[in-house]
Nanobody
């Protein structure tokens, strides 16, 4: 069993910054992909930023240049630095991990954190 624990969400003013953290714990033999999705009220969940074990990144067009995703592989942790926040960034941000949980098979499973609320006021 794997658990993803998120922290760093909150209420900020437009133009401000937040830094989200997510630490994976449990039976982990490797993390292929780790990052963040978000879902605003009445909207579909969308990819925000993810990073692979090899260092490749992918960002939503709406956050490019403002958000940065990074990983500390030794601690199974992923971060999301959010700068110049806008009201449209308001959403529940969920940590995502594609994780190997068995040593004997190359099978990956998807795990999600509980989500942390980010609210940007205008």
């Amino acid at each position: 069993q794997v658990q993803l624990l998120e922290s760093g969400g909150g209420l900020v003013q437009e133009g401000g910054s937040l830094r989200l953290s997510c630490a994976a714990s449990g039976t982990i033999f490797g993390i292929n992909t780790m990052g963040w999705y978000r879902q605003g009220t009445g909207k579909e969940r969308e990819l925000v930023a993810v990073k692979t074990s090899g260092g490749s990144t992918k960002y939503a067009d709406s956050v490019k240049g403002r958000f940065t995703v990074d990983r500390d592989n030794a601690e199974n942790t992923v971060y999301l630095q959010m700068n110049n926040l806008k009201p449209e960034d308001t959403a529940v941000y969920s940590c995502y991990g594609l994780i190997k949980t068995r040593a004997d098979y190359d099978l990956l499973r998807e795990y999600w954190g509980q989500g942390t609320q980010v609210t940007v006021s205008s």
